[in-house]
């Protein structure tokens, strides 16, 4: 063998280590899954999931994806816990592992946390707790919030408003929503989607009925043979696209539209690259709400004790139109309506009434041309 031979097998051994090296040590991996700690294995700010993976391409990866960010710019420690099961004691137990970590700042997704949070925010006083779609509680020993607390909610019923107004101008007559759970978050969305929708149909002059829209909670937030196959059922009797709004859910929606050749609406992140079949997100800014509240810490700006609802006026919720794969309904038109929903010229109902009383079925919602298949 020449030099020239060896050179090369050399050059390309050092390549392929050099590979193996980026990938053992996250480089190469844009979620940064193995986070970054110190040299005694500590991480400063941790995020704990709930029910599903850090790169569920939903609500936990939004969330890690806004400490990544933060840490990475501001060269701090990071690392995520994944708690044993979907228990209370679980994820109290993986609180206080991020916390024997070094963990000074915690995001915690999903309100399955508020009653966690409730039990230890009084007995870790220096440590912050971001608590993502949660209510914070007061705690045992104090008689308000604790201000070592903040609870991040979102007007999903915008984002899901804007769903349903761009399915109907983009042609679609026959929708679905397959929501997981009918958690808060869940039925804001899925209540917002039906007004998008309504509104969308008497713009376009359309009569009572032309629009219907499937409408069920499946319970869970798993991708599974269960979910699938109601999708693929509600594809074969002509629903034309469906919102899958449940995390993992959405996988199952997808698999089935792909084979039905029917179209899905992602939900929290924009979820255009999981399949071809998604025209658009409905999207909360999960990464920018996680980054800027650890910000708030470090810049001494944090306002704890309270919970914050975010929405369109500082571009929180929102569908995706950068990677939309909408033919009729164009980039002006979402302008337009997107401006009126920042002005709040528009008037939507959310999960309760006026009065604060939950609103349980989507049948109650008043709609004037859209009709409601509501399915246990």
């Known amino acids: 063998m020449n030099r020239k031979k060896i050179f090369a097998l050399l050059l390309a051994l050092l390549m392929m280590l050099s590979v193996v090296a980026a990938c053992g040590n996250g480089e190469t991996d844009d979620l940064h899954k193995e986070g970054k700690v110190d040299k005694d294995g500590k991480a400063e700010i941790a995020l704990i999931t709930d029910v599903g993976t850090i790169d569920d391409k939903s609500f936990n990866q939004g969330s890690w994806e806004g400490v990544v960010q933060y840490a990475i710019e501001n060269d701090k420690t990071f690392k995520y816990y994944q708690p044993t099961e979907k228990s209370d004691a679980a994820y109290i137990n993986s609180i206080n592992l991020a916390i024997e970590g070094g963990a000074k700042i915690i995001v915690t997704p999903g309100f399955l946390f508020e009653g966690p949070i409730h039990t230890v925010q009084d007995q870790f006083p220096e440590v912050y707790f971001i608590l993502i779609d949660g209510y914070p509680h007061k705690g045992d020993y104090v008689p308000d919030i604790s201000d070592n607390v903040i609870g991040i909610l979102y007007a999903e019923e915008e984002s899901g408003y804007l769903a349903g107004y761009a399915a109907v101008h983009e042609g679609y007559r026959d929708l679905g929503f397959m929501g997981g759970m009918a958690v808060p978050a869940v039925v804001r969305f899925g209540y917002g989607f039906l ?120 571009g929180y919720t929102m569908i995706s139109m950068e990677n939309a794969r909408f033919e009729k309904f164009k980039q002006a038109d979402y302008d337009a309506i997107y401006a009126k929903l920042v002005a709040g010229d528009i008037d939507i109902t959310k999960d309760t009434d006026e009065s604060g009383a939950q609103i349980l079925e989507p049948t109650e919602i008043e709609l004037d041309i859209v009709t409601v298949e509501n399915i246990k």
């Open 195 to 314: 007004q998008g929708a309504d509104d969308a149909a008497a713009e376009l002059g359309l009569a009572a009925g032309d629009i219907n829209v499937k409408y069920t909670y499946v319970g869970n937030f798993d991708a599974s043979p269960e979910n699938e196959s109601k999708a693929a059922s509600w594809f074969q009797e002509g629903t034309e696209v469906i919102f899958a709004c449940g995390g993992s859910v959405g996988t199952s929606v997808m698999k089935a539209a792909e084979k039905a050749d029917a179209k899905v609406i992602g939900v929290d992140v924009d979820q255009y690259a999981e399949s071809e079949t998604v025209i658009t997100s409905a999207m909360k800014n999960l990464k920018k709400s996680v980054n800027d509240a650890i910000a708030s810490i470090y810049d001494e700006s944090w306002e704890g004790g309270k919970a914050v609802t975010l929405d369109a006026t500082e």
